[in-house]
């Protein structure tokens, strides 16, 4: 693989140096920070040789690469050096504040999760040899490789407060000065030797004796908060000396704040995320494993489990073990490999299969992305698999509290971080709750997968005139919808609403409309109607349904600018008038016209394929359906 090239073609894609605002990448992905994503060639990308998908998620651009993911990162940094520097101004961001939250927390723990990592397998390697009598608790060489496995724990703060400072666009080195006015020996042992009733003051100033080590929210308060004081200190230095006032006032401020008020609130904050999830185990422990286990797959997708990975950091820092987080992606991470591997056993298409089979394996191991992105979202069936899979494995483990010691990413390779107490008891049941969670999918994934139809139907000339006669019949063949609109064909993932772009009602094709005339795409009955006549339902008789709407959010008009040509329960003919709509009168209410076309039980169905991107009237063939 040429990875110049390959960096070239993605630079270029995702709309030129100028759109690039930041990059990052963790073990499969590059995150792009974009100034517009509409500019981004999405379709381009996707079909670049080395790139296995693109998604616009948790207010990032993120392109799967795979395991080669650090030597395109490298190529791309080659091309544009400015993307390795944490930009000095702070950009406009006009993103929403989930999509903010999201990335921030993804920017500044991806970064230390090798470290985590390291230290988690570190402490799993040392229980094991505990277990097995290889070595004593009480020997220096136990203590040595203790406290170098301890020392990305303890020394969390200090890790945190880089990233954050990189994410937060403040000087890294004072932010991890900070973490270390958290950590000082002289601070924690004042905190040791405290006795009863005693108390800490600084200019008479309470400060709470609290100990940091492994701790997670208060850095991080705590260096978003600098980020603003160092301006503010910027600002009120003279020039002349601000090379020395400029830290001390920002130290001397946010130091003093850290400790009094800062810190303890963040304390606080993770006591309470420890003490919530332990009454919520005691009241059902299967819970949060189950939904974690089953639902992971799309909080990957999103972009959200970076908001799940800081609570089972906090778990393990705060009670020793996390229950609920670790355990239930351990049975998503492995339910995703065998749903992809199934594929790759049963698939007859030679790329599908070499894709699935290592995508499958990676994902085994606890890199899920492109078995998520390459496999199990685009043919949806092994999706349905893993997740069924990996609930029922989150089921297992979280009803016999399974506990993991030290994090990692979760797979087959971090099954020592549930080694712990001195016993095997929950790496058993994490082995167990594992496999369960391997054979559901694997089965599940194997029975519904079928091979898509090869893509040379794509290019098929279609006879629009058979089209219109054809009986609606699936059996054993496959079925072409045409054009309900005249205008320019698009896919759904270019429709700016995230219900019908995600294929959450289902797959389909959608048409930017030219004019305001919708006609039936097939043959059927009319099965929905609605008050607002913005969207038209239609039942085939091989029990296909369709979902035409038009417009974005119209149903806001109230049926204003649209009339009905057809009844609830009509018969309806190919070509037959459905809706009629002004286009002039519905954009001057400020509402896109794109029209989507949307197979809502398309699970039902062995794959469906957009047949054109071009301009197309009444009649054209738009959609291909095989059974």
């Known amino acids: 693989m040429n990875y110049q090239e390959l960096a070239a073609s993605i630079i270029k894609n995702v709309g030129g140096e100028k759109n690039i605002n930041g990059l990052n990448h963790c073990a499969t992905r590059l995150r792009f920070n974009l100034k517009d994503d509409q500019k981004a060639q999405t379709d381009a990308i996707k079909n670049t040789p080395g790139v296995m998908g693109a998604v616009a998620k948790g207010g990032q651009y993120q ?10 990162y490298k190529e791309i940094i080659q091309v544009v050096p400015k993307l390795s520097e944490a930009p000095a101004d702070k950009e406009e961001d006009d993103r929403g504040r989930v999509a903010k939250v999201i990335d921030t927390i993804t920017g500044i723990f991806t970064p230390i999760l090798p470290a985590i990592t390291a230290a988690g397998m570190l402490k799993a390697v040392l229980s094991l040899l505990v277990v097995f ?9 136990y203590q040595v490789m203790d406290f170098m ?9 200090i890790l945190l407060a880089s990233s954050a400072a990189a994410k937060f666009k403040t000087n890294a080195y004072l932010a991890m000065m900070l973490g270390g006015i958290l950590l000082h020996p002289n601070f924690v042992n004042m905190v040791n030797s405290l006795e009863e009733g005693q108390g800490i003051t600084f200019f008479g100033l309470p400060i709470t004796a609290i100990g940091y080590g492994s701790s997670v929210i208060p850095i991080i308060l705590a260096v978003w908060f600098m980020s603003y004081i160092e ?10 000396v601000k090379f020395f006032t400029k830290p001390l006032i920002t130290i001397a401020v946010v130091g003093t704040v850290s400790l009094t008020l800062i810190g ?22 299967w819970i949060v494993p189950l939904i974690i286990g089953a639902f992971t797959p799309l909080f990957v997708a999103t972009g959200t489990h970076y908001g799940l990975v800081p609570i089972g950091i906090n778990n393990r820092m705060t009670n020793g073990y996390d229950t609920v ?18 594929v790759s056993i049963k698939s007859k298409d030679s790329t599908i299969k070499q894709l699935a089979s290592s995508a499958g394996l990676t994902a085994l191991f606890g890199i899920t992305e492109p078995a998520l992105y390459g496999v199990n979202l685009r043919y949806k069936t092994p999706l349905y698999a893993a997740m069924i899979g990996g609930g029922v494995g989150g089921l297992f483990m979280g009803i016999f509290r399974v506990r993991n010691f030290s994090g990692g990413a979760p797979g087959l390779l971090t099954l020592p971080s549930y080694i712990g107490d001195d016993t095997l008891t929950y790496f058993t049941f994490a082995a167990i709750g594992a496999a369960i969670s391997i054979v559901v999918s694997f089965v599940i994934s194997f029975i519904l997968y079928k091979d898509p139809v090869d893509d040379a139907v794509k290019d098929e000339t279609v006879d629009t005139t058979d089209v219109a006669g054809t009986d609606n019949t699936l059996s054993n063949q496959s079925m072409t919808l045409v054009s309900p609109l005249k205008g320019q064909a698009l896919p759904l993932s270019k429709v700016a609403d995230a219900m019908f772009s995600e294929e959450i009602l289902g797959k389909g094709m959608a048409v930017e409309p030219s004019e305001g005339l919708v006609t039936a795409p097939v043959d059927g009955i009319i099965s929905a109607t609605f008050d607002s006549k913005h969207a038209v339902g239609i039942t085939t008789d091989d029990g296909m349904e369709l979902l035409i709407h038009v417009g974005i959010d119209t149903v806001q008009l109230g049926g204003e600018g649209f009339k009905y040509h057809v009844n609830k ?21 400020g509402y896109p016209v794109t029209t989507p076309l949307v197979i809502t039980n398309s699970a039902e169905y062995g794959d469906i394929i957009g047949l054109t991107e071009q301009t197309v009237t009444h009649g054209d063939a738009l959609i291909r359906v095989v059974k």
Not at 231 to 240: H, T
Not at 268 to 285: H, M, N, R, V
């Open 63 to 72: 392109v799967i690469i795979g395991s080669d993911v650090g030597t395109v």
């Open 231 to 240: 301006l503010i200190a910027d600002k009120v230095s003279p020039k002349a």
């Open 325 to 342: 987080i670790y355990p239930g992606m351990l049975a998503s991470n492995v339910s995703q490999g065998a749903a992809a591997l199934a």
């Open 149 to 157: 496995a301890d020392a990305a724990f303890y020394f969390l703060p």
């Open 569 to 589: 329960n009509d018969r309806v003919k190919v070509g037959d008038q459905l809706i009629s709509f002004d286009i002039e009168y519905i954009k001057e209410q």
């Open 133 to 141: 009598g290889w070595i004593e608790n009480t020997s220096q060489s």
């Open 264 to 285: 303890p609130f963040g304390h606080l904050i993770s006591d309470y995320i420890s003490t919530g999830i332990q009454a919520l185990e005691s009241f059902s422990p």
